[in-house]
């Protein structure tokens, strides 16, 4: 009778289907999102990656299947219903989201303001903690154009956390960045995963992924066809796909050898996990 063991997951997706102009863009996905828990998203371009997330907070209103918050089906056809879990979930694209004609700060404040009904004042103060949170305090009075990548991606981070989501959905959130800036991005995310922040993360970090990750999920052709620990997928010996696809990752980005998987995957080497034979270590580990 222990009460955890009863806890439903924060997210829930169960056998989720969606055509797009004639493809089967995903195919029966379901997944759940354990409170605490980061999942991570792999699999090559037009898998369905960033149909899926959408799906999960009815962007993209899926075809079939359905959407469980904390164990209670979301009824797609209440806008009240949507409104509240788009306003607990929340979401984080390749490309930042941000208006252009407002600053770092009222970018944030806006979201508080039309979302959750604040008053300017009180939305400026908890718009200026949340930018602290990811380290930008400093660039509050900035616009989205005098802001770096990663700037812009942290503020967009900053808005999303602003709304105190129960699970954050993240889309690719550093592939639109310079090399330089992916690390300061990473860093936010890392944080987040470390205060217990219910996560879903599609992206091609999978250094950074391994060491944080605790699944793997890896799509393909609108379904997901493996998962398990990064351990586990990733282990030499394994003969997974979702090996035989880092690796191809990797050997693209230029970076080739064992020292870059090695030092992100962390926990699972310090365990005696063997890996690297396929070349791993695309990105320098955060
Ligand atoms: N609006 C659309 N109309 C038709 N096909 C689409 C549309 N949006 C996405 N697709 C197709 O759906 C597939 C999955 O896309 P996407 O979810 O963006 O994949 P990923 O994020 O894994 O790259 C791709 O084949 C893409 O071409
Ligand atoms: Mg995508």
Do not use: W
Request: aromatic share 4%; with cysteine; charged share 20%.
């Amino acid at each position: 009778m222990a009460a955890e063991n009863q806890t439903p997951p924060v997210l829930e997706a169960r056998a989720l289907g969606k055509t797009l102009g004639g493809n089967r863009v995903l195919d029966a996905v379901s997944l759940a999102l354990p409170k605490g828990c980061v999942k991570v998203l792999i699999g090559p371009s037009g898998a369905g990656k960033s149909t899926l997330l959408q799906c999960l907070n009815f962007l993209i209103p899926p075809d079939s299947g359905s959407i469980l918050l904390e164990g209670r089906e979301v009824n797609a056809r209440s806008r009240r219903e949507l409104c509240s879990l788009r306003q607990q979930v929340g979401m984080i694209f390749q490309d930042f989201n941000l208006f252009d004609h407002l600053s770092a700060m009222e970018n944030v404040r806006v979201a508080l303001m039309k979302v959750k009904g604040m008053s300017k004042l009180d939305a400026g103060e908890l718009a200026l903690a949340e930018l602290s949170r990811v380290g930008l305090l400093d660039k509050a009075a900035l616009y989205p154009a005098n802001l770096s990548g990663g700037q812009k991606q942290r503020v967009a981070i900053a808005r999303a956390l602003a709304m105190d989501p129960k699970v954050m959905l993240l889309d690719e959130p550093t592939s639109a960045l310079d090399p330089e800036l992916i690390g300061e991005v990473l860093a936010v995310i890392r944080d987040l995963a470390q205060n217990g922040m219910t996560m879903i993360i599609a992206t091609h970090q999978i250094s950074f992924s391994a060491s944080l990750a605790d699944e793997f999920l890896f799509m393909e052709k609108g379904r997901v066809i493996e998962s398990g620990s990064p351990a586990e997928l990733l282990r030499r010996d394994s003969g997974s796909r979702t090996l035989a696809f880092c690796a191809k990752i990797s050997e693209l980005s230029g970076e080739a050898g064992e020292a870059g998987l090695a030092a992100g995957l962390g926990e699972s080497v310090r365990a005696g996990v063997s890996v690297g034979a396929a070349g791993l270590g695309a990105e320098s580990p955060v």
